[in-house]
């Protein structure tokens, strides 16, 4: 496994207090509220307190267009319970009605689910987190123009074009046990994105997902589909999501992953048909972790609500690296574990339809289709923190290149935003050298040095009332990880120009 | 024990007819009725014999599916000697299009709306029915099945299921056993499903009423209106990477990189919880709700202080001393971070004195929480009505934070639990013990030794002499004979080992030569079954539609209604004056109202009333008939009672003429349009003055009869006013009898406005005593 010099992750989690307010309607399966019970639960497990904890902003129309058509934009903000009679023909035109209604603060509920996803992008590229977490999103059936299976806005596209700023390569993990059609017709044609989603095919929603769906155009094989049957058990789905996934980032060498976590592929689910633990399905995050990218974390469906929260409770705890107790802690909403008020689950006794051999055909012919695609040139499959580096790099070496050049005071600023951050709110006073706090791990000296040399315009920034060597946030990141190759800063990015 | 637990989701075999291979279907739900049974409501698979084969080979020569290398866009047309047949062939392949749920707009521009379409009249005629060894196409089979030899083709075809999004109600008894159904993909060979038993699998969808198959598949959709606008060329260069957001685009709201251990946190938020004790002590309308000191202290434990405590600590910068202060704010906003409201969106009512957060589980008052359980009794959780009519101060989003907290209460679990008594006729899974009784087309006495003796005819599939059981099979003048394996064998996949021409025999009832494609599904169980409506079918799969259908009233009972889905048969029920007279001279103990009513399945002697009626003297009659009429007692009917006899003795005996009806009022819904009780087929009957009346009743009430179904009544304002100029007394009376030729009701009528939503009288009951 990679190194991790600073010893532990940093966490990002988004979260606003409202959403679980919002309310799809009666005898409607989808209920925010469990993002809610998640909170509660990560609050009383004293996991919240392991995160840097976000509020985001909604995501704003213009942010929300980046993918979706203005058009249905528009009828999603204007549309109300109150005012759908004038709507008839454009509800049904962008498919809002029976699986998707109409609910008070619908557009809010959109931007809030957005926003966090957003705002978790731009804070991996900032490198100011290893792993963000917005249970609010993964609402992966979102068309550009058309709402579909309870997704209104896709947050899960929105925040991989974000991503697709900073990185050359972004890959789109689906445990969901519906197929992620939304975000892979978004992508359907590019290679610089690929899909991968395990899910339930046949006589299911929505119907798409077929193995021999491979992407068109230039993103031809970058669409990878598993279709799986009823009952599929950790067991089986380690096997198969283990080897995939390997092959997957061994061809594709991504350098940022979105993995969307829906529930419904727990055992148990109102919905769902498969037979997957907590374990099973946590382990699908405990193994993305381990190749140290930059890791975006999205909710999704699930919809026994109760192993919802208890699902991403736990994932967060793996996120984390925190072992947590099965006992689950009290809170708001206890009486909703019972009878055993457990954090694990058990799996029915239900029949496995995946024969083995049948997965083990599904997977040849996908390893076939991966290895069609091009290996992705200068980049090796390295481990891990490589690429944390080369990209923080990248700022420096630009600012080495061309140090005549003036960079704007939102530049400046973005480069300081690391350190003050955790103030904003407190104006005037600039108390950040309470960052000591934040990284008491050994900071290796060196390079720091360099990197401080390399970013002289920071100084003037930095340099007040330091009580220790003005830390700056990338040049501290830097510094976590001890390995990186000596190497010219400029090599580097050259190397992801060159991609 | 388990493998006899039928579960929803199962695919099981049904036993419909004993002579008739089993049927494939899935278990949806399964219900147990009031009298204790178990019904499973289940969704149809077809065998290939149940489906026409015309239908069958156009299927089978769709050209094999393309690998994935060439399967974008190219499509080749099949080569069939019809041309009709060969456009409806490509309209399968694009039956996603036309299928997929995903692009609604699309659906309406697929070439043909109805691929595949076969009018079986007519082709049935023109084609020779359809041997398996006929069919050469090899779609729909296991990639591979064209290098099997014939033999083993023809047991694969057996394997091969249409899916149908039919229901139907069958009785769980029926059940034989599970198998397995899944859809068929392409990296699966013929072995993996040979070499399994009770294996099938299916690709394409079976419509039963449109006789059409289509492929159950999404599509992806190609195109700038589908895909993001992505650059393929590099990353932003550096000066663009400025983010489109404006700032601040989140709020922090805690971050762990600060000096205070686990412990500092924990003791902090006893602390908290501490203040919110005493501040709700100090709180006059929290110390009323709270009674004891042990209940204030659990309330002012819960998340929102915590959540409210930590957003302190945050903006005391993780400064325990300054958090303090925070939690016991002096009167000024200047000492207080009003921003850490906004985390747990609760508001700060007054400061000064110890801080209090409430959520809305302690917000609300009693007397609200009552409106809240009436409300939410009435309307269920439609939150917006329970607003509207119930809580008009209370916003909707705290309506629902309360909802979500008041599940957690005792209140809930035991309204829950009157529910859960409710919900108990639903099951999940279902015992079924293995059927045991020996099948009726087996040849002489069951042979428990189970040694093999020699048959009279070597068996019709694998044609072996020996074995310990016999079963006629084929049509009965053929004395055909199948070995008890291969009758197992025939029960569950429908065919025999090698190709018979008697395959079908059941389906025609082993007279005529076999002949495919009627819809086989026998309603032997006398259930009720329902059917998809065609017009829905299409968009019958939803996200949690396709789990659930029948629970959003999908599911129709009884007979196909194509206006559209319906609850119940409507019906009129008219009492004739003579029954009424009937029923009042009829004594206590024949005919008691209340008890009758009390036990609406004990039986009522009808024609005993009926002949006690008759026994009495016509003057009796008359004077009740007066009674009952008000002396408005139209002349024919007086002289019929008072002088002829006979016109009694034809009293209307429909009550009678319909076993299994036990009360008098049981209205007669048999759900078939066809057989619908007709009043003018009994007027005849009648004698002749008696039927008079009788006709002139008609006729109102074929007025109404019209109007029946679902009928929405709209009073204007002309007849409200003539309402109000009408007595209490006269409005009853017009309410009793609304189809009676009535000074008032003619006064009504023409100025009143029906709408009628479907006059479609085929489903009404018009029930005559």
Redesign the interface.
């Known amino acids: 496994m990679a190194v991790q010099t600073h010893g532990k992750t940093r966490i990002s989690y988004y979260y606003d207090g409202d959403v679980g307010n919002y309310y799809y309607g009666q005898g409607h399966p989808m209920k925010p509220h469990r993002i809610r019970m998640t909170h509660n639960l990560l609050l009383n497990y004293g996991l919240y307190r392991k995160m840097e904890v976000y509020r985001p902003q909604p995501a704003t129309f213009e942010e929300m267009t980046k993918y979706h058509s203005d058009e249905y934009m528009m009828f999603l903000r204007n549309i109300r319970p109150d005012n759908m009679g004038e709507y008839n023909k454009q509800m049904q035109r962008f498919n809002v009605g029976e699986d998707c209604p109409v609910f008070d603060g619908l557009f809010e509920f959109c931007q809030l689910s957005s926003g966090g996803s957003i705002a978790a992008a731009i804070k991996l590229n900032k490198k100011q987190a290893d792993i963000a977490i917005n249970w609010m999103g993964g609402l992966h059936h979102a068309k550009k123009s058309e709402a579909s299976g309870f997704c209104y806005s896709n947050d899960i596209v929105l925040s991989i074009l974000e991503l697709l700023k900073y990185h050359q390569r972004v890959l789109y993990v689906d445990i969901d046990i519906h197929h992620g059609d939304g975000v892979e017709e978004a992508f359907y044609t590019t290679d610089r994105v690929m899909t991968v989603s395990f899910h339930k095919y046949g006589e299911y929603f929505p119907g798409t997902g077929d193995l021999r769906d491979v992407g068109a155009g230039r993103g031809k094989n970058y669409a990878v589909n598993f279709p799986l049957r009823d009952g599929i058990d950790d067991e089986s789905y380690e096997q198969i999501f283990i080897p995939v996934m390997e092959k997957v980032m061994e061809s594709f060498q991504p350098s940022a992953i979105v993995l969307q976590c829906g529930a419904d592929s727990l055992t148990g689910d109102r919905l769902g048909c498969f037979n997957l633990t907590l374990k099973g399905h946590g382990k699908c995050v405990k193994f993305l972790k381990k190749y140290n990218l930059p890791l975006l974390m999205l909710g999704g469906g699930g919809y026994t609500i109760r192993n919802v929260a208890r699902c991403w409770t736990y994932e967060t705890a793996v996120a984390l690296d925190t072992e947590i107790a099965n006992e689950l802690p009290y809170n708001d909403y206890f009486e909703y574990y019972g009878p055993d008020f457990k954090l694990h689950i058990t799996p029915s006794n239900m029949t496995n339809q995946n024969t083995p051999d049948y997965l083990e055909k599904i997977q040849t012919r996908l390893f076939e289709n991966l290895r069609m695609i091009p290996h992705a040139p200068g980049v090796q499959m390295q481990p891990i923190p490589d690429d944390a580096i080369r990209n923080l790099n990248d700022d420096v070496a630009e600012d080495m290149i061309d140090p005549d050049k003036r960079i704007s005071i939102r530049d400046s600023d973005k480069m300081i935003e690391d350190d003050g951050e955790y103030y904003e709110g407190e104006e005037g006073e600039d108390r950040r050298n309470e960052e000591s706090h934040k990284r008491p791990a050994p900071v290796s000296p060196p390079t720091t040095d360099l990197d401080l040399v390399k970013k002289p315009k920071l100084e003037d920034k930095d340099g007040v009332d330091k009580t220790e060597p003005p830390v700056d946030a990338s040049a501290a990141s830097a510094a976590d990880s001890a390995d990186i190759p000596t190497e010219p800063e400029a090599a580097p990015a050259e190397k992801t120009a060159a991609d | 024990m ?1 493998q006899n637990m039928y ?1 929803v ?1 199962d695919y099981v075999y049904f036993e419909i007819s004993s002579a008739a291979p089993f049927q494939v279907r899935r278990i949806e739900e399964l219900n147990k009725t009031s009298t204790g049974n178990v019904e499973a409501k289940v969704m149809c698979f077809y065998r290939r014999r149940d489906i026409s084969p015309a239908l069958l080979k156009i299927a089978d020569q769709l050209p094999p ?1 393309k690998g ?1 290398k060439e ?2 866009k190219e499509k080749e047309k099949p080569t069939t000697e019809n041309g009709g047949s060969e456009a409806a062939a490509a309209a399968v392949e694009e039956g ?1 299009l036309s ?7 699309e659906r309406d521009d697929s070439a043909s709306p109805t691929p595949m379409q076969v009018d079986e009249s007519t082709t049935e005629k023109e084609e020779p029915p359809a041997k398996p060894k006929d069919v050469d196409g090899n779609a729909g089979l296991p990639t591979g099945a064209d290098r099997i030899d014939v033999r083993e083709r023809h047991r694969l075809r057996q394997r091969e299921l249409f ?1 149908s999004r039919q229901i139907e109600t069958l009785p769980a008894t029926h059940i034989r056993g599970k198998c ?1 159904v ?2 068929l ?4 060979t013929p072995d ?1 499903y040979l070499t399994r038993d009770d294996a099938f699998f299916y690709s394409l ?1 079976y419509d039963p009423s449109a006789k059409t198959l289509l492929a ?7 195109g700038s ?4 606008e ?1 650059t ?1 060329s ?3 260069a ?22 205070l251990t ?1 412990r500092d ?1 924990d003791q902090f938020l006893i602390v908290a919880r501490a203040v919110g004790t005493f501040s709700r002590a100090l709180d006059t309308s929290s110390s009323v709700k709270l009674p004891s000191l042990h209940m204030t202290a659990a309330a002012a434990s ?3 202080t ?2 409210h405590a ?1 957003a302190l600590l945050h ?1 005391a ?1 993780y400064d325990l001393g300054q958090a303090m202060k925070y939690l016991v704010p002096p009167p000024s906003k200047q000492h207080y ?1 009003l ?1 850490a409201d ?4 609760h508001n700060t009512v007054s400061l000064g004195g110890p801080i209090l957060c409430r ?1 809305q ?1 302690e917000e609300w008052s009693a007397a609200e929480a009552n409106l809240f359980e009436e409300a939410i009794e009435k309307y ?5 009505d329970i607003r509207q009519d119930f809580l008009p101060w209370k916003a ?3 309506i ?2 309360y909802y ?2 008041w ?3 005792d209140r809930y ?1 035991q309204s829950k639990r009157v529910k859960a008594a409710e919900a108990e006729s639903r099951l999940k899974q279902v015992y079924i013990p293995n059927y045991n009784k020996p099948n009726p087309n087996l040849v002489g006495p069951p042979n428990p030794t189970g040694q093999p003796v020699k048959g009279t005819s070597p068996c019709e599939s694998c044609e072996t002499d020996m074995s310990p059981q016999w079963y006629a099979w084929g049509p009965a003048q053929m004395q055909m004979r199948l070995c008890a394996d291969c009758w197992t064998a025939w029960k569950k996949n429908g065919g025999l080992k090698r190709d018979h021409e008697w395959e079908t025999y059941d389906k025609t009832g082993g007279g005529s030569k076999p002949l495919g494609g009627t819809d086989f599904v026998q309603n032997a169980t006398g259930i009720t079954r329902g059917a998809t409506l065609p017009s829905q079918q299409s968009h019958s ?7 659930q259908m029948g629970k959003s009233g999908r599911l129709v009972q009884g007979m196909p209604n194509p206006n559209g889905p319906k609850t119940r048969v409507a019906f009129f029920l008219h009492t004739t004056l003579m029954t009424r007279v009937a029923r009042r001279l009829a004594t206590r103990s024949l005919f008691n109202v209340r008890k009758s009513a009390r036990k609406p399945f004990l039986p009522i002697a009808a024609q005993a009333i009926k002949q006690n009626c008759q026994s009495r003297d016509p003057k009796e009659i008359l004077k009740v008939a007066k009674q009952i009429k008000g002396g408005r007692l139209p002349q024919g009917l007086i002289d019929a009672l008072s002088g002829v006899r006979p016109a009694v003795t034809s009293l209307p005996t429909a009550t009678t003429t319909s076993p299994g009806t036990a009360s008098l009022k049981r209205p007669v819904s048999n759900g078939d349009s066809k057989t619908t009780p007709q009043p003018p087929a009994k007027a005849p009957r009648q004698a002749a003055p008696v039927a008079m009346v009788a006709m002139a009743q008609q006729q109102m009430y074929s007025r109404w009869m019209a109007l029946t179904e679902d009928v929405l009544y709209l009073a204007n304002r002309s007849v409200k006013r003539i309402r109000r100029t009408l007595t209490n007394r006269q409005m009853r009376k017009v309410a009793r009898g609304p189809c009676k030729p009535n000074a008032v009701v003619t006064k009504l009528l023409p100025s009143v406005g029906f709408v009628a939503l479907a006059a479609n009288t085929n489903n009404n009951v018009v029930v005559v005593e």
């Open positions: 388990a579960r989701g599916e994935e399967k974008e996603g299928n997929g749920t995903t692009k609604r707009e899916l397995v899944t859809l993909n392409e990296v699966e993996s969808v159950d598949k999404g599509e992806i959709k190609v209106k589908y895909q993001a992505i393929q590099d990353l932003l550096d000066e663009q990477r400025t983010s489109d957001r404006p700032d601040p685009m989140e709020t922090l709201v805690f971050h762990p990189n600060h000096s686990d946190i819960r998340d929102v915590l959540l930590m903006h910068n971070p921003d906004k985390t747990t969106s959520d589980m269920g959780k439609d939150f917006n909707l989003k705290d629902v934070e979500y907290m599940k957690t209460t679990v799969r939803s996200a949690f539609g396709s789990q």
